[in-house]
Nanobody
């Protein structure tokens, strides 16, 4: 069982930066690949970024590549999402999630077993 709590959301001007954090409970955190997803009002939840259990591999949606960076600190049971050059279209609720062990995809939300409650990010133009 893994419990996830996101933080770091807020209101920012376009071009600004935010860093989201996701604190995990449970001794098996380091065995999970982790992902960030987002859901804008009236839209489906979409993949943003993912990181392997070791942190050695990272994956990004094309829409955030070059602007967002995912990282993790297994000693602190925390995964991060550094978001730079934010755009109004990045406005959404951001969720972190734990990828199912053995999953074949890190971008498919149905391959994730545990989810946080989400943190709001609003980017003003």
């Amino acid at each position: 069982q893994v419990q996830l709590v996101e933080s770091g959301g807020g209101l920012v001007q376009a071009g600004g930066s935010l860093r989201l954090s996701c604190a995990a409970s449970g001794r098996t955190f380091s065995s999970y690949a982790m992902g960030w997803f987002r859901q804008a009002p009236g839209k489906e939840r979409e993949f943003v970024a993912a990181i392997s259990w070791s942190g050695g591999s990272t994956y990004y949606a094309d829409s955030v590549k070059g602007r967002f960076t995912i990282s993790r600190d297994n000693a602190k049971n925390t995964v991060y999402l550094q978001m730079n050059s934010l755009k109004p279209e990045d406005t959404a609720v951001y969720y972190c999630a734990a990828n199912r062990p053995g999953a074949k995809s890190v971008s498919d939300l149905y391959e994730y077993d545990y989810w946080g409650q989400g943190t709001h990010v609003t980017v003003e133009s």
